[in-house]
């Protein structure tokens, strides 16, 4: 993976206008409706009747929908390595404006079919009004005719196992809250605040597996209950104390600080 990426760079095709995908104005319209209820970054999907994959993008502002219309001229992708899940994304490239995005689960029905067709389909949406369609097609790089094995390579992550538990819907949001990224300053109050939620759960699983931790380091493994009255009394007040417990204790429960995806 690392050999062509490093000739080839991120995953990149140009953008050409193409005709509207082989899907119905009824699905077009219900795909456009549905968009407007999503993130910002989020986007909706589809795949047209000849299986292509079709995805619409919110537009940022008007302005920036208008330049979507004319001059959208290339696509990045990439997989994200989030703690709780990955990521891809697709970035639509227009000269001298902000990038509408798109982030999907890097296994999801999208993210497959663009690898096995090698081609994807985007518009731009903003409120009811939708761009040209434009084409990237990953087997027709003019300059690196193996970049549909590029955009392939980044999908090709096999370590899901050092995830303490995976939740792609916490994965977005925790990405959406990444500082100094291109997209954090794009993203509008309701959005913001979802994402701040995000870090703040994340800083609470943080705290509790310092507790799991700690907790194995003074070897309090054997028993979890003071005495015989804290054995009955216990499952009252917490049903579900002694699978929490079991939990902490199985060695084959992970750790914040023994999980390889802390590595940035």
């Given amino acids: 993976m690392e050999d062509i990426l490093e000739r080839v760079g991120c995953p990149s095709v140009p953008l050409i206008k193409c005709q509207r995908p082989t899907i119905g104005e009824g699905e077009t319209n219900a795909l456009i409706h549905k968009l407007q209820n999503e993130p910002i970054f989020r986007g909706v999907w589809t795949l047209a009747d000849d299986g292509c994959p079709v995805a619409i993008l919110h537009a940022l502002d008007e302005k920036n929908f208008r330049a979507a219309r004319t001059r959208m001229t290339g696509v990045l992708a990439w997989n994200w390595n989030i703690r709780f899940g990955r990521l891809l994304s697709f970035a639509l490239v227009m000269p001298g404006e ?4 798109i982030f999907v689960p890097d296994d999801c029905a999208l993210a497959r079919a663009v690898s096995e067709r090698g081609r994807i389909a985007f518009a731009v949406s903003h409120g009811k009004q939708l761009s040209p369609f434009y084409l990237a097609d990953f087997t027709k790089h003019p300059e690196h005719p193996d970049m549909l094995e590029a955009f392939r390579s980044v999908l ?3 370590d899901d196992e050092s995830f303490l538990f995976r939740d792609d819907e916490l994965a ?7 500082p100094n990224t291109h997209w954090n300053a794009d993203l509008p109050p309701q959005d913001a605040m979802r994402a701040r939620w995000a870090y703040n759960y994340e800083s609470v699983i943080k705290t509790l597996d310092i507790g799991l931790r700690d907790v194995r380091a003074r070897s309090l493994l054997n028993d979890a209950y003071a005495n ?37």
């Fill in 156 to 158: 090709r992550f096999d």
């Fill in 228 to 264: 015989a009255d804290a054995r009955s009394n216990a499952p009252v007040v917490m049903p579900f104390f002694d699978e929490v417990m079991r939990a902490i204790i199985s060695p084959s429960t992970k750790t914040w600080m023994s999980s390889t995806w802390l590595v940035p």
């Fill in 98 to 101: 902000r990038s509408p995005r």
């Fill in 172 to 178: 977005f949001w925790l990405l959406m809250h990444k």
